[in-house]
């Protein structure tokens, strides 16, 4: 009569997921030529603090979304470079009006601008947070790439909500290209750190 | 639009409502408290928890749950070794002990005034913790709090005065007998609460860091059953230590009446806070456009991008421009989850032209709900915020009503499997855990929508379900009693039965079910079920002709046979309560009801309590006078965060006996429909996108 509850007692009990690789486990066992080899742009991300790190191949782009998964189909969608959702992270962004970040990013939201975010609670429902962010002058930044660095503008954005602040860091290269972000995914799940390795799709 | 409305609301900025104090620790009876006494202050809602306490040859587990932000409740099956029951110096080599209590929180705390609570200990029990009491606790700052409170009963052992409450009349003034000692166990003793002398009591809480906690207290227990049979009292001040390891496990040290030490451990959850609130599975399909092609193509399409999902495609057609698509969910808790993935999968495979997918939900064959949804929307909000909303707003959801248009080749079709099963017996009276531990083959062959032949074969691995000797001594017939006979089967069939599940008209589902029903009865039941889309009220009606099966749970039959039924009101209340009431006619023959009250989490979580009153008299239903119960149903994708729509069901029972017993059959009506009916959709609505 009470079939199942053998695996609930395993779930219950079991601790947290064995970790993977980390970002710079991963980044040391690459190299240039191994990425020539990849058949299209390849992203590097880390979530530090739920100890996630994968690369990421490109699966789609529409209405200037960009959607990058991981071999396990977890995927993350950029707006300009700009996070707008995650899935299969565990506490996952469902949504995002980032507008007022990529605006300015272009350098064009003088002042305090929105970010508006949506995650799922506990209980299935819509859990909104809203933030009130501004946007620092650019300064010069090089990232250093696998084998290339690359000139980069470095933008830091500071948001606040109720009881909380966070900073995002945007290192854009002069065609617009975000080649290396951290940003704030949500209160589960912390920073998200991505970094572009390859520059361009193969023929 | 959007904007002006964030505006405001950034505008405003509302500081976040200040949390309301909750209680610090666990006391011994793992109610929230200091050491031994109890305190004013709940446990945070929804919180479960599990406390074992030791000291002096007995040993308390205490399952307590914060039923709502001011009502704890906790059942307990006390382990005492060498007591006076009684409390009249006749000991015994044991007695395991189980009993309920309830606080409440009457007023929270103020800038001045304190919290205050009253609480009853052992209110269905024998009595041995009988107790009422009211507490007040007041916070000093964010580390120190004060509790001080008056209590009856076993809270008014030492230093007791007359009853204040005798001004309502002398027959305050006495106590009278304890259930124990008038066999009256089980029933609520509302004649003895809050008489007789009382006393007071009280202590103080010190937090010197978040993960420690130090309680001193003055207990007025004189611990009639156990001092000085089992431990000698020196003092009435008692020291208690609480160490939380993490967020689950809380350590605990004692020091009690100025002789003994004691040790707790405590261990908690709160179900509406998963690890994984938005799931581990993979990333969903992302919407496409269709191509030109035509239906027969796009139902291949169809069942290879839904199969992708893990969801079956049962029906489709194509009619002007609308889809229509039955799908079988049999991987995704929310089914609004299942209806976003199919719809962004069909996306993808339905012909251009197609402009509205019409997505209809099946349930054992039967058509629950149809979502429909424009194929533009899907598109315009893959990527908006809160799109969820968004397509909520739009989507059309009724019921079909009957019928489906089943692929050729969906029927018939056999499927089987082997899943390892335990069945505990908590808390019986003679050992705290029995349990076994075997493994199920269980096998359905659906052969028309909604009409399937099913069974499950058992067979023990390790266990000891059958090592008990109980002998019923019930004076009903044996419809429940005699489980310890059926336990020793060796080879059960615990199900052969063949279904029928229908829609005789919208709003309405049936069920007809002959063969094996359960272990321990076979015969027919039919069911019908009324509940409208989105609604919050279900009425349903039932009734079954069923005989005993033999003990051996083979195809044997013995000579008792019963004609059962109920009518049931089943009412989602809102906020996360649901209330059922079953009237009819139970196995034995009586004739009554049963309440069951549920609080329920958005992720399928349940936790309630149940009793049922019949027209069997307390002593010919014997020891417990009448049924009663709790039960929790744990998502067994909970903590794993991986889809799953099956759940660990676990029912405690203080004793199982035969009066109030119901037919055991699988596939009711109101559970196969509720998930996928339009009032489950909306309430998990928010998983649509994911």
């Known amino acids: 009569m009470i079939r199942g509850l053998l695996p609930v007692l395993g779930l219950l009990l079991a601790g947290c997921a064995a970790q993977g690789p980390t970002a710079a486990q991963i980044r040391a066992g690459l190299s240039p030529a191994l990425l020539a080899r990849a058949p299209g742009p390849v992203l590097l991300a880390e979530v530090p603090d739920a100890g996630l790190a994968a690369t990421l191949e490109r699966s789609g782009t529409r209405d200037g979304v960009e959607t990058w998964r991981t071999a396990g189909n977890q995927t993350l969608s950029f707006r300009a470079g700009v996070l707008v959702a995650t899935r299969g992270l565990g506490d996952d962004l469902m949504s995002a009006d980032v507008s007022g970040t990529v605006a300015a990013l272009q350098g064009r939201a003088p002042g305090a601008y929105p970010r508006l975010l949506s995650y799922l609670d506990g209980e299935d429902r819509t859990l909104l947070r809203a933030m009130s962010c501004t946007m620092s002058a650019p300064e010069p930044a090089v990232v250093q790439g696998i084998g290339t660095a690359f000139p980069t503008s470095l933008r830091r954005e500071t948001c606040h909500t109720t009881g909380l602040s966070v900073t995002n860091r945007y290192w854009q290269d002069a065609g617009g290209t975000m080649r290396r972000a951290e940003q704030w995914i949500g209160p589960g799940l912390g920073m998200l750190v991505t970094e572009r390795l390859t520059d361009h799709d193969h023929p | 639009m959007r904007p002006l409305v964030l505006a405001l609301c950034l505008a405003c900025a509302v500081p976040p409502l200040r949390a309301e104090p909750v209680a610090w620790g666990a006391n011994t009876y793992g109610m929230p408290g200091l050491v031994d006494m109890p305190g004013a202050l709940p446990f945070a809602d929804g919180d479960l928890t599990i406390t074992s306490s030791h000291f002096a040859d007995q040993t308390r587990h205490s399952l307590t749950f914060q039923i709502s932000p001011r009502l704890t409740g ?495 009101a089943y009412w989602d209340m809102g906020r996360g309560y649901h209330a059922q009431l079953d009237l009819g006619r139970y196995l034995a023959g009586d004739w009554g009801g049963t309440v069951t009250l549920d609080r329920e989490f958005g992720n399928g979580w349940r936790v309630g309590a149940f009793f049922t009153l019949t027209d069997v008299s307390t002593e010919d239903f014997g020891e417990g006078a009448f049924d009663k119960g709790i039960r929790i149903s744990i998502p067994l994708g909970w903590g794993s965060g991986q889809p799953r729509r099956d759940s660990a069901d676990l029912t405690i029972r203080p004793v199982l006996r035969d009066g109030g017993a119901r037919l055991d059959v699988d596939g009711r009506l109101y559970e196969v429909v509720r998930p996928a009916n339009a009032a489950g959709l909306t309430d998990r609505w928010a998983r649509f996108w994911r």
């Not at chain 2, 609480?242 to 405590?266: C, I, K, P």
């Not at chain 2, 050729?408 to 076994?436: C, E, N, Q």
């Open chain 2, 74 to 568: 906790s059942f307990r099956y006390a382990m005492l070794y060498g007591v006076s029951p009684g409390f009249d110096g006749n000991t015994v080599d044991f007695r395991f002990d189980r009993s309920f209590s309830l606080q409440y929180q009457i007023a929270r705390e103020g800038r001045v005034m304190p919290a205050l609570a009253v609480g009853l200990n052992d209110l269905l029990g024998t009595g041995f913790y009988s107790a009422e009491y009211l507490v007040a606790t007041r916070s000093f700052g964010d580390r120190v709090r004060a509790t001080a409170g008056i209590g009856w009963g076993r809270l008014a052992g030492v230093g007791s005065f007359d009853n204040p409450l005798a001004v309502l009349g002398d027959g305050w003034r006495t106590r009278g007998h304890s259930a124990y000692n008038d066999g009256r166990g089980g029933r609520p003793l509302a004649d003895t609460w809050f008489r007789g002398p009382a006393a007071l009591f009280g202590g103080v809480e010190w937090r010197p860091a978040d993960d420690w906690l130090l309680a001193v207290e003055y207990s007025p227990d004189a611990y009639p059953g156990e001092s000085p049979y089992v431990f000698t009292r020196n003092s009435q001040l008692n020291f208690g230590l609480r160490h939380r390891l993490n967020d689950r496990w809380t350590l605990g040290a004692n020091y009690l009446y100025g002789s003994e030490l004691g040790v707790q451990l405590t261990w908690g959850l709160n179900p509406g806070q998963p690890r994984h609130p938005s799931g581990t599975e993979a990333a969903p399909p992302p919407v496409r456009a269709g191509g030109d092609w035509g239906e027969e193509a796009a139902i291949a399409r169809s069942r290879a991008a839904l199969s992708r999902e893990r969801i079956t495609l049962h029906g489709l057609t194509i009619r002007g421009d609308t889809a229509r698509v039955e799908i079988e969910n049999t991987r995704f808790p929310a089914a609004a989850q299942a209806v976003g993935r199919a719809a962004r999968a069909l996306s993808g495979s339905l012909p251009a032209g197609v402009h509205t997918i019409a997505v209809t939900l099946i349930e054992r064959g039967m058509p629950v709900s149809m979502v429909s949804l424009r194929r533009d929307d899907l598109a315009t909000f893959e990527h908006g915020f809160d799109n969820a909303w968004d397509m909520q707003a739009r989507a059309r959801i009724i019921d079909p009503g009957p019928g489906t248009e089943p692929l050729p080749g969906r029927y018939p079709r056999f499927s089987w499997g082997i899943a390892p099963y335990l069945t505990p017996a908590l808390f019986d009276p003679d050992d705290p855990l029995r349990a076994d531990l075997g493994v199920e083959l269980s096998a359905d062959w659906e052969l028309r929508p909604g009409l399937v032949l099913s069974g499950a074969m058992r067979r023990v691995v390790l266990g000891n379900l059958s090592d008990s000797t109980r002998e019923s001594t019930s004076v009903l017939p044996h419809v429940r009693s005699d489980s310890w006979l059926y336990d020793k089967a060796d080879l059960p069939i615990s199900r052969l039965t063949g279904a029928w599940y229908f829609r005789p008209a919208t709003s309405t589902w049936g069920r007809v079910t002959a063969g094996l029903l359960e272990p321990m009865f076979a015969g027919v039941s039919a069911e019908l079920l009324w509940y409208p889309a989105g609604s919050r009220l279900a009425l349903g009606a039932e009734i079954a002709h069923v005989v005993q099966r033999d003990h051996d749970q083979g195809f044997g039959l013995l000579d008792y046979e019963v004609t059962t039924g109920h009518a049931s």
